[in-house]
């Protein structure tokens, strides 16, 4: 996938969201599934549904002890939009970085610094000696520089008056990221910390939330590989390929999914027609979109109405087969829109 491929196929996702209603429940739902997938990257076990059943019950029994690890992220992820959507790229700098390491690895063992800079040196690699490692990031002395460089060049980049061509923004998010990874500035958590960068360079922008680890988990070995080509042989062919087609894909697997989960709710406002338009079971259709696992708390405090109006509403939603319950025994009453979670697990193999 070439560069003008990926910029049409980004122009289609900013089109596309600008006209359809509710985007933000959309936006909202792919961010939780960024989440899982960058996590799955780094070998997490936890999926979509725990996840949603996690924020909604703050419960981790019966899930994988990893569920955490992911709902961090969307901390992470949720912390740096609401900086870089209100200060723009100015607020995309090292000490925001910082606070994103810092989210992610809040629950990690104390015997390393989080939020801050590794102290000592690392290697990649399967072995535990160094001798037979695959790849040696920069020593710990030259980090701090290494970061300054790239805050000052790529993070904040802005083209000079004398400079005869401006470096796309796809391109300074590939470059973002690779640099960024081969400088592996943390002990642990870099490659979770580096994937948040490329939304939120898009966001600071003004360009929708744009999620690339659903194609980096696809092709891991490949992701990895052509890392590895920058970092080892400077050869830059491989990365560019892979971020155009990561890029083609997730826009074009956005708009998708958008489109059928909106016109999923309006097929269940449809079925629901005898309610009137502006009671809670005629909204949740919608609000289901970006909360397909949701207790009656989450319903009344996201709808603004109280709980009894809320757990009525749900209620005429299970009885219709909308909604299910989770595991009511474990759970209480948590609900699932189990054709939601369906449509966002699909991959696009799945779909052709």
């Not at 909202?28 to 725990?50: C, F, H, N, P, Y």
């Not at 629950?107 to 040696?136: H, K, L, M, N």
């Not at 060049?153 to 470059?175: G, K, M, S």
């Amino acid at each position: 996938m070439g560069v003008a491929d990926a910029h049409a196929a980004l122009g289609r996702l900013q089109g596309a969201l600008k006209h359809i209603p509710n985007a933000d429940m959309v936006t909202r739902t792919l961010a939780r599934r960024e989440a899982v997938m960058s996590s799955q990257i780094e070998g997490t076990k936890s999926d979509l549904r725990q996840l949603l059943t996690y924020e909604a019950t703050h419960g981790t029994g019966g899930m994988p002890a990893d569920v955490k690890i992911t709902e961090r992220y969307v901390q992470a992820l949720q912390h740096g939009l609401e900086r870089v959507r209100t200060g723009g790229r100015a607020a995309l700098n090292l000490p925001l970085i910082h606070e994103l390491h810092a989210l992610l690895m809040q629950d990690e063992p104390a015997d390393f610094p989080i939020g801050a800079y590794r102290t000592d040196q690392v290697w990649i690699g399967s072995s535990p000696r160094i001798e037979d490692a695959t790849f040696i990031p920069a020593p710990p002395d030259k980090v701090q520089g290494c970061m300054d460089e790239m805050a000052a060049n790529i993070l904040q980049y802005a083209p000079r008056e004398d400079e005869q061509t401006v470096l796309p923004i796809l391109a300074q998010l590939a470059i973002a990221h690779a640099q960024f990874e081969t400088i592996h500035p943390y002990h642990d958590g870099n490659g979770r910390t580096g994937r948040l960068i490329p939304p939120l360079m898009l966001a600071a922008e003004g360009y929708p939330p744009l999620y690339l680890s659903g194609t980096l988990l696809r092709a891991k070995k490949e992701y990895y590989a052509a890392l590895a080509d920058i970092q080892l042989r400077g050869e830059w062919g491989p990365w560019r390929e892979l971020i155009g087609r990561a890029v083609v894909e997730s826009c074009d697997e956005s708009v998708s999914i958008a489109e059928d989960l909106l016109a999923l709710a309006e097929r269940w406002e449809q079925d629901l027609g005898k309610y009137r338009a502006d009671s809670a079971t005629r909204r949740l259709p919608r609000f289901l979109i970006g909360h397909p696992v949701l207790s009656v708390q989450q319903a009344a405090t996201g709808l603004g109405i109280s709980v009894p109006a809320a757990n009525a509403g749900l209620n005429n939603l299970l009885g219709t087969g909308i909604v299910s319950l989770v595991n009511e025994r474990q759970w209480g009453r948590v609900f699932q829109a189990k054709q939601v979670l369906q449509r966002i697990d699909q991959t696009p193999r799945a779909r052709r």
